[in-house]
């Protein structure tokens, strides 16, 4: 088995419109994540996009995290910018290039994403293969057959990754369940080579008795960070431990998503005790939210990310990138200053129609991975 990715997708491209990134934007050098995890449970071969025509056949695994631009932050990033993020563009074209190749292996289509092609699965996906791989995944190939849709079943078994993925990610919870703690060890040995993890769990502080222990075997391998949390978890765990334990303070603070308690990244509303709280211990949380209640936390040390709602929305997000610039201390500021007001005063118009100037570029790009990367 063979396995890849679209372009922005394999090579973790920023989530701008194709017109906003240069020519010569560098390439991450390490797949995603979740082709690692592919690559270890079934002995997968990774290739990279460009490799496709040059398959001799057998099965093509392809990963996707978001192809047809369904999520929220996707939705979030076509209303500022106006066309929709480069992946989604990226997976049409890489699906062009598979129809051309209809028939000369069998694909099958997972990851993430995935749910979003099963409610009407493409012509040229022998399988679309939704939900975990450990178990089902083997099966499926040793079988020789192909379903239009598979569910994978939980795992059992969880398997380490071997090689390096893009962000430094080690999966230390799924759902409810704990990975094994010497599969973590041996993904906290592969992913370490840039001195820093990225915990991975649907929501870190409700991993329970044994989060100490886990942070300070974490900490052993470099910087330590954490993608989700929810209110409800940190209300219950102890802060000052996490703090101390990863060493926070005003120069070396997180910025986790706050999620809900049903796992969305839209939070209806925030404990104004729970920010307090994190921030007291240097986590300052970014936090998705209805454009209307977002200025009503303006005096707690958060990433603010107004989703639209009313005609009002690029006032509120250039006030809310007023409020976030305090905690970024980003250099171009005054450049996103200029934009984000010029955008507001133009209701919009003034980001749709930016084309890429290379001074304008950093600012792009960080202004994306500040206010839209989950």
């Given at each position: 088995m063979f396995i890849t990715a679209d372009e922005s997708t394999f090579y973790?491209?920023?989530?701008?419109?194709?017109?906003?990134?240069?020519?010569f934007y560098?390439?991450?050098?390490?797949?995603?994540?979740?082709?690692?995890?592919?690559?270890?449970?079934?002995?997968a071969k990774v290739i990279t996009p460009e490799s496709l025509e040059n398959l001799p056949g057998g099965v093509l695994g392809v990963?996707?995290?978001?192809?047809?631009?369904?999520?929220?932050?996707?939705?979030?990033?076509?209303?500022?910018?106006?066309?929709?993020?480069?992946?989604v563009e990226a997976f049409r074209m890489f699906s062009e290039r598979?129809?051309?190749?209809?028939?000369?292996?069998k694909v099958i289509v997972g990851g993430p994403g995935s749910w979003e092609l099963a409610l009407d699965p493409p012509d040229w996906v022998d399988t679309v293969f939704v939900g975990e791989a450990e178990e089902t995944l083997p099966k499926l190939l040793r079988q020789g057959e192909f379903p239009k849709v598979v569910y994978g079943e939980k795992a059992k078994r969880f398997?380490?990754?071997?090689?390096?993925?893009?962000?430094?990610?080690?999966?230390?919870?799924?759902?409810?369940?704990?990975?094994?703690?010497?599969?973590?060890?041996?993904?906290?040995?592969?992913q370490s080579r840039r001195g820093r993890v990225n915990l991975i769990a649907n929501d870190l502080f409700s991993y329970g008795e044994g989060l100490e222990v886990l942070l300070r075997t974490a900490r052993e391998y470099g910087e330590v960070y954490f993608s989700h949390v929810t209110q409800e978890s940190s209300a219950n765990v102890d802060l000052q431990e996490v703090k101390e334990i990863l060493g926070l303070n005003q120069r070396n603070w997180r910025s986790p998503v706050l999620l809900s308690k049903w796992g969305s990244c839209r939070v209806e509303e925030?404990?104004?005790?729970?920010?307090?709280?994190?921030?007291?211990?240097f986590i300052y949380p970014t936090v998705y939210i209805e454009?209307?209640?977002?200025?009503?936390?303006?005096?707690?040390?958060?990433?603010?990310?107004?989703?639209?709602?009313?005609?009002?929305y690029y006032e509120v997000l250039y006030k809310c990138w007023l409020h976030n610039r305090e905690l970024l201390h980003f250099k171009f500021a005054r450049v996103v200053d200029y934009v984000l007001r010029k955008n507001a005063e133009t209701k919009g118009e003034y980001l749709k129609r930016l084309n890429l100037r290379e001074n304008f570029f950093k600012f792009l790009l960080f202004f994306v991975r500040s206010y839209f990367s989950l």
């Open positions: 973790s491209y920023p989530s701008l419109p194709r017109r906003l990134i240069p020519s560098r390439k991450n050098k390490y797949p995603p994540y979740g082709v690692r995890k592919i690559e270890a449970i079934v002995g990963y996707v995290n978001d192809p047809l631009g369904m999520t929220e932050v996707s939705k979030g990033l076509q209303e500022v910018f106006g066309d929709p993020p480069f992946h598979l129809r051309a190749l209809k028939g000369k292996f398997f380490p990754i071997k090689s390096p993925s893009s962000l430094s990610e080690v999966e230390v919870m799924r759902g409810e369940r704990r990975v094994p703690m010497d599969v973590v060890k041996e993904e906290l040995r592969v925030v404990e104004r005790e729970v920010l307090k709280e994190l921030n007291e211990n454009e209307e209640k977002a200025t009503e936390y303006f005096a707690f040390k958060s990433i603010l990310i107004p989703l639209p709602n009313t005609p009002r």
